[in-house]
């Protein structure tokens, strides 16, 4: 697994959020929200899960790859409601979403280095 390249899909995340905006267009929020239908979280409940869970990093990385989630489907739900601007606020730097973004990049930096990946 390469990890780098799973965490930069979940940051084109944003890129899919903008474009979603500018189309005004609607997102599954039901979907992004969950941390097991992306790459990243396919391995950490799958492969990673059997192969690693006893990394002190391991549990880390997939806590924070939740939360990020979490912070994601907040935002696809200002998208579908409508709430552009309060979308586009919530993805900037410094907010929950940047938050869980720049910490599930630094927990799989630790995971890879520990289980060397």
Not at 3 to 18: G, N, P, R, T
Not at 35 to 43: E, F, K, Q
Request: aromatic letters at 6%; charged letters at 25%; proline letters at 3%.
């Amino acid at each position: 697994m390469n990890l780098a390249d799973a965490v930069l899909k979940d940051q084109e995340l944003k890129e899919k959020f903008l474009a979603a905006i500018a189309a005004k267009a609607q997102l599954d929020a039901s979907i992004i929200g969950k941390s097991d239908r992306c790459i990243l979280g396919n391995w950490l409940h799958g492969d990673g899960e059997r192969k690693y869970p006893f990394l002190k990093s391991f549990k880390p990385c997939q806590e924070a790859h939740a939360a990020f989630h979490v912070q994601a489907a907040k935002v696809v739900r200002q998208i579908n409601g409508g709430e552009y601007a309060d979308a586009q606020a919530m993805m900037a730097d410094n907010s929950p979403y940047a938050k869980a973004l720049s910490t599930l990049a630094l927990a799989a930096v630790a995971l890879k280095k520990e289980a060397k990946l």
